[in-house]
């Protein structure tokens, strides 16, 4: 589904934030042309109050003729032509560049805005009243003010349409580019909607934040891929492992079924069976801890797990079944007494070295050793199990981490492929490593644990 331009999130954000850089911008103008103005009404005050207190004095220093030359002198069109005035004298002559005294001219008092019959139309004016009854207007034109006025506003509303046509322009430009980046990544979306889990985002060169949205996108789609085939190898390898002992146990019913028997008969054909069902709900069991373990529902409990005990019980545990198997078990751990005392769930603990050791003897020759090791570092105690079996190849012991992964030539050997993935989980959820390596013949797996007198060595995985 196609989104139209006007819709999409960024046109509409840009637009905002036009508008806004619009307004605060036309704020600042507002207020610079205010100022302006009103520097300009002071110096327009500024000079009529100079021109009051210059008049007042030609007044005072020789009455009304003084008055009438300072008049004549300062209407002169030389002068100042802003300038005006006008001259009423005792006996009602009229002086100045004012043709008439206006109608709206003030009394005594603060300058006011009136018409005038004047080329500027509008002026600042003040009134002066003498005591021989002779009366002055004094006044400066504001045709300047007006034409600044006018500019100031034309200017204001330019820039404003200019803004405004530039941020919509801006907006369309951004909105497009937004567009035909997320419509690469909602095609990929579809594509994956559609049934194919190949379909990746292609990644630009500028590493912006659709880049980086794309790479994460791309790699979720790769762990779902990844995950997609390890549920089918999941499902294959369940019904290649569970079929033997699902048939074993119908066969078993069913020839129990067949004829009569006594009842030991029964009971050790039913104890068989119990067998058999006990074997499919381990392996179902395994299955459900590793999950629990990787999805974080398994309380972990941080406290110290002395490694020796671990490794004396379950080497005295597996070797009648290593006996049986004709391999030997070893434990060689350190003899002055080092401290090989862990920090973790020692039930979870126990559960993966026993994985660990009882596979180590599963794929041992006959003749073959087992070798349980330990060694302490400053933060961590490292242990180690050992075998002389057929090991695995290195470009495999990634994978053979994963639930239900066996070899090819493995499936001869009881089991579900879940010794390593159990403790890989184990692993993980105690910040812990767990490395695979070649015993040279054999393979060699080592758990790194943290001290228990040493801080952790990596926090739980989110």
Known sequence: ????????????????????????????????????????????????????????????????????????????????????????????????????????????????????????????????????GSRVLVGRALSERSNFQALIEQ??????????????????????????????????????????????????????????????????????????????????NVAHDLRTPLNRLRGRLEVALMAERSGEEYRAALQRAVSDADTIVDTFNGLLKIARIRAGAVELQRQPVDLREVVAELVDLYDAFAEESGVKVEARLPIDRTNLTVLGDGHLISQAVANLLDNAIKYSPAGGVVVVTARRDATSVTLGVADNGPGIPAEMREVILGRFVRLDNSHDKQGFGLGLSFAAAVAEWHGADLALADNEPGLRVSLRLPAGDAPRLTERPA
Do not use: C
């Not at 379909?199 to 659709?210: K, L, M, T």
């Open 1 to 132: 589904m196609r989104i139209r331009l006007f819709q999409t999130t960024t046109f509409r954000l840009t637009v905002i934030a036009s508008f806004a850089f619009v307004l605060v911008g036309a704020a600042v103008l507002a207020f610079v042309y205010l100022s302006m103005l009103a520097v300009i009404d002071r110096q327009i005050d500024g000079a009529l109050d100079r021109e009051y207190a210059d008049l007042t004095s030609a007044y005072e220093a020789g009455g009304y003729d003084r008055l009438k030359r300072t008049i004549f002198d300062r209407a002169s069109p030389h002068y100042d032509s802003l300038r005006l005035y006008v001259l009423i004298g005792p006996d009602g002559a009229l002086w100045g560049n004012l043709a008439k005294w206006p109608a709206e001219a003030p009394g005594p008092g603060p300058a006011r805005d009136i018409a005038v019959d004047h080329a500027a139309g509008k002026a600042r004016v003040r009134t002066i009243l003498f005591a021989d």
């Open 155 to 236: 200017s204001l509303l330019s820039v404003f349409l200019a803004t405004l046509v530039l941020g919509i322009a801006a907006s369309v430009v951004l909105a497009r580019y937004a567009r035909l980046r997320l419509e690469r990544i909602n095609a990929t979306a579809e594509e994956v909607l559609g049934g194919n889990l190949a379909g990746r985002v292609a990644v630009g060169e500028g590493g912006d934040e659709y880049d980086h949205l794309s790479r994460n996108i791309n790699a979720m789609l790769d762990r779902i891929q990844k995950l997609v085939g390890t549920i089918r190898g999941v499902t294959e």
